[in-house]
């Protein structure tokens, strides 16, 4: 069992940078791939970005098209946290942003994650 807590989020103006982290506990969290993902209330969730499990090669990171240039995740293996600095955030990014986790490889993109945070809230004004 592994639990994702989120932390972060704020309000702040377009332009500015946020740090949010996801902090896990539970056995064997650097295996397992990590997302953000991000929900507007009655939306579905979409996905931010994506980093592989600590194996033999370094993570690897996987970006949305509307964050890429912009955002960027990060793990340290030590601390059992994966990180989304996000840069020149824009009205557009303003959602809640969830972490997730899974052992599996494939598509991390999917919203089918095995784990899932409780979410941090991001608004952005213009």
């Known amino acids: 069992q592994v639990r994702l807590v989120e932390s972060g989020g704020g309000s702040l103006q377009a332009g500015g940078s946020l740090r949010l982290s996801c902090a896990a506990s539970?056995?064997?969290?650097?295996?397992?791939?990590v997302a953000w993902f991000r929900q507007l209330p009655e939306k579905e969730r979409d996905f931010v970005a994506a980093?592989?499990?600590?194996?033999?090669?370094?993570?690897?990171?996987t970006y949305a098209s509307s964050v890429k240039g912009r955002f960027t995740i990060s793990r340290d293996s030590a601390k059992n946290t994966v990180y989304l600095q996000m840069n020149n955030l824009e009205p557009e990014d303003t959602a809640a942003y969830y972490c997730?986790?899974?052992?599996?490889?494939?598509?991390?993109?999917?919203?089918?994650?095995?784990?899932w945070g409780q979410g941090t809230q991001v608004t952005v004004s213009s």
């Open positions: 997730a986790a899974r052992s599996r490889t494939e598509d991390l993109t999917r919203p089918d994650y095995d784990y």
């Open positions: 539970g056995p064997a969290f650097n295996y397992y791939a």
């Open positions: 980093i592989t499990a600590i194996g033999l090669s370094a993570p690897r990171p």
